[in-house]
T-cell receptor, first 115, second 110 residues
Framework: GAGVSQSPRYKVAKRGQDVALRCDPISGHVSLFWYQQALGQGPEFLTYFQNEAQLDKSGLPSDRFFAERPEGSVSTLKIQRTQQEDSAVYLC?????????????FGSGTRLTVV | QKEVEQNSGPLSVPEGAIASLNCTYSDRGSQSFFWYRQYSGKSPELIMSIYSNGDKEDGRFTAQLNKASQYVSLLIRDSQPSDSATYLCADLTGANNLFFGTGTRLTVIP
């Protein structure tokens, strides 16, 4: 596609519910990143994929967070047993491995509200 | 602990003035820096990247990098109301991910 596509755009979950957030990167982009952005804060790194390999998951806040990219394109971020502190915008970004400017392109994000 | 610090603002400038946004970073090893603009409720979009000491100009935008002092700045000339947004400074970590500051909210007053 022309840009990074994320779905759903908005998600309301009851505390304790599991959620799955989807990211469809720009076609051919090797690198894919997930960020979490709380209100009034900058995006915080969660995890990074190069193709299907998850090279860095150091930003995942707990073992309730899990990400995958099984075929090296679409990625899913799963949050189990959601808590109120998980409420945030989850941003996905992709880039070409050969992009010298490292200009990551962000999707529109998924706004997760845990009630 | 890696840090990228920005004044959260808000920074208000009149239309047509120069807006100056500043950022300091803690990691002396950082080599690549980025300015992103984020409108309310929207995703960040890349404005400029800078890797070398000195100035880099692109239209009304000028990025400045001083590695000795560990600061990066963004100047916006002839500010327009459409420039009103939050500006995020980021550096590229050795692990190839972006580390963001908290952002500076800019308001351009018509």
């Amino acid at each position: 596609g022309a840009g990074v596509s994320q779905s759903p755009r908005y998600k309301v979950a009851k505390r304790g519910q599991d959620v799955a957030l989807r990211c469809d990167p720009i076609s051919g982009h090797v690198s894919l990143f997930w960020y979490q952005q709380a209100l009034g804060q900058g995006p915080e790194f969660l995890t990074y994929f190069q193709n299907e390999a998850q090279l860095d998951k150091s930003g995942l806040p707990s073992d309730r967070f899990f990400a995958e990219r099984p075929e090296g394109s679409v990625s899913t971020l799963k949050i189990q047993r959601t808590q109120q502190e998980d409420s945030a915008v989850y941003l996905c970004a992709s880039s070409s491995l050969w992009d010298g400017d490292y200009g990551y392109t962000f999707g529109s994000g998924t706004r997760l509200t845990v009630v | 602990q890696k840090e990228v610090e920005q004044n959260s603002g808000p920074l208000s400038v009149p239309e047509g003035a120069i807006a100056s946004l500043n950022c300091t970073y803690s990691d002396r090893g950082s080599q690549s820096f980025f300015w992103y603009r984020q409108y309310s409720g929207k995703s960040p979009e890349l404005i400029m990247s800078i890797y070398s000491n000195g100035d880099k100009e692109d239209g009304r935008f000028t990025a400045q990098l001083n590695k000795a002092s560990q600061y990066v700045s963004l100047l916006i000339r002839d500010s327009q109301p459409s420039d009103s947004a939050t500006y995020l400074c980021a550096d590229l970590t050795g692990a190839n991910n972006l580390f963001f500051g908290t952002g500076t909210r800019l308001t351009v007053i018509p």
